[in-house]
């Protein structure tokens, strides 16, 4: 599906994503020459660990000669990670110029007081309207009705930092990367997550969860990097609005959540990776809900693609 309006992207010379919440941690894995894991000494002394839970968060450098850009997207589960990881890994979230929330549920907002209001000045929160809905719930087959704690806009007004709502994609950093919102759902087997329900009125609806967005950046000489939150929308409908947003065929990395775990959604592993096999990224990172099974079908399919993520590690592109 062609969008009228392509967004012309900026190509950054170097990019880089640190992992500041996942849910998986080694402090064992090996660097290489673009993945850098955490250390575990510094001067001598063992440092603080590093915490992983069911969560996700990114922070985003991207440096185009003189020209350097930081955002920041997502604030893991609780209260306690996100920032843990912030001071473990010396992160100045001083330099960080706009924040991005993927989606509203728990898993990604956690620790959105503790990080917006440890900067010194206000700045951008972008976010889809969507994600402030605040009746969300599971609704599964037996009846059972639990709810999912979401984004609330009273929390976020009380930060002082200015909330940028949209619905369509969104340039930041000075062009450098654009926010990948209302993503169509084009394919035919990523049907989005059955249980995922709202209340209105007394009424129950079907959530389709249409805050879910990623971030696009376009590296020179290599193509787009696409990182998602949850991927609630499917990753192959993210990476084909990607694609149609920037105009940019050439997929050359894939991070963040793909949402293939569980019952659910174990059934098509083996559709995605075909589908991913079109676009032949030289990267894939696979984190958060993607899921043990389908984490090791995407290393045997990929194996000179794959990267096994954990809290701390930094991806250099």
Same mark, same amino acid.
């Given at each position: 599906m062609?969008?009228?309006?392509?967004?012309?992207?900026?190509?950054?010379?170097?990019?880089?994503?640190?992992?500041? !919440?996942?849910?998986?941690?080694?402090?064992?894995?090996t660097?290489?020459?673009?993945?850098?894991?955490?250390?575990?000494?510094?001067?001598?002394?063992? $440092?603080?660990?590093?915490? %992983?839970?069911?969560?996700?968060?990114?922070?985003f450098?991207? !440096?185009?000669?003189?020209?350097?850009?930081?955002?920041m997207?997502?604030?893991?589960?609780?209260?306690?990670?996100?920032?843990?990881?912030?001071?473990?890994?010396?992160?100045?979230?001083?330099?960080?110029?706009?924040?991005?929330?993927?989606?509203?549920?728990?898993?990604?907002?956690? %620790?959105?007081?503790?990080?917006?209001?440890?900067?010194?000045?206000?700045?951008?929160?972008?976010?889809?309207?969507? %994600?402030?809905?605040?009746?969300?719930?599971?609704?599964?087959?037996?009846?059972?009705?639990?709810?999912?704690?979401?984004?609330?806009?009273?929390?976020?007004?009380?930060?002082?930092?200015?909330?940028?709502?949209?619905?369509?994609?969104?340039?930041?950093?000075?062009?450098? %990367?654009?926010?990948?919102?209302?993503?169509?759902? !084009?394919?035919?087997?990523? $049907?989005?997550?059955?249980?995922a329900?709202?209340?209105?009125?007394?009424?129950?609806?079907?959530?389709?969860?249409?805050?879910?967005?990623?971030? !696009?950046?376009?590296?020179?000489g290599?193509?787009?990097v696409?990182?998602?939150?949850?991927?609630?929308?499917?990753?192959?409908?993210?990476?084909?609005?990607?694609?149609?947003?920037?105009?940019?065929?050439?997929?050359?990395?894939?991070?963040?959540?793909?949402?293939?775990?569980?019952?659910?959604?174990?059934?098509?592993?083996?559709?995605?990776?075909?589908?991913?096999?079109?676009?032949?990224?030289?990267?894939?990172?696979?984190?958060?809900?993607?899921g043990?099974?389908a984490?090791?079908?995407?290393?045997?399919?990929?194996?000179?693609?794959?990267?096994?993520?954990?809290?701390?590690?930094?991806?250099?592109?």
């Amino acid at each position: 599906m062609a969008i009228d309006t392509q967004i012309d992207m900026k190509q950054a010379v170097n990019l880089s994503i640190t992992t500041v !919440v996942d849910n998986y941690t080694d402090v064992l894995l090996t660097s290489t020459e673009n993945v850098k894991r955490a250390t575990l000494v510094k001067d001598g002394k063992r $440092k603080k660990p590093l915490l %992983a839970e069911h969560g996700l968060s990114f922070l985003f450098e991207i !440096v185009n000669g003189s020209e350097r850009h930081v955002v920041m997207m997502d604030f893991g589960l609780s209260s306690i990670a996100a920032p843990n990881n912030v001071a473990v890994l010396e992160l100045d979230l001083s330099e960080v110029e706009t924040f991005v929330i993927s989606h509203g549920h728990h898993d990604h907002i956690g %620790a959105i007081k503790e990080i917006l209001s440890s900067i010194p000045r206000p700045v951008d929160v972008v976010v889809h309207p969507d %994600a402030f809905i605040e009746t969300r719930l599971h609704k599964f087959p037996d009846g059972r009705e639990v709810p999912i704690p979401s984004l609330r806009r009273d929390v976020v007004d009380t930060l002082g930092c200015p909330i940028v709502e949209i619905k369509s994609p969104m340039s930041l950093a000075n062009g450098y %990367a654009v926010t990948i919102t209302g993503i169509p759902r !084009v394919t035919d087997f990523e $049907k989005g997550l059955p249980t995922a329900h709202y209340k209105l009125k007394g009424k129950l609806f079907k959530d389709d969860i249409t805050d879910d967005q990623g971030l !696009v950046f376009n590296v020179k000489g290599k193509g787009l990097v696409i990182v998602t939150g949850c991927g609630h929308s499917g990753i192959i409908n993210t990476i084909l609005h990607a694609q149609n947003i920037t105009g940019v065929d050439e997929v050359y990395a894939v991070i963040g959540g793909f949402h293939l775990t569980g019952p659910f959604f174990e059934p098509i592993i083996d559709r995605t990776i075909e589908e991913m096999k079109r676009f032949s990224p030289k990267v894939i990172v696979p984190t958060h809900c993607t899921g043990w099974k389908a984490m090791v079908a995407f290393e045997k399919q990929f194996p000179d693609s794959f990267v096994l993520n954990s809290v701390g590690t930094k991806i250099v592109l």
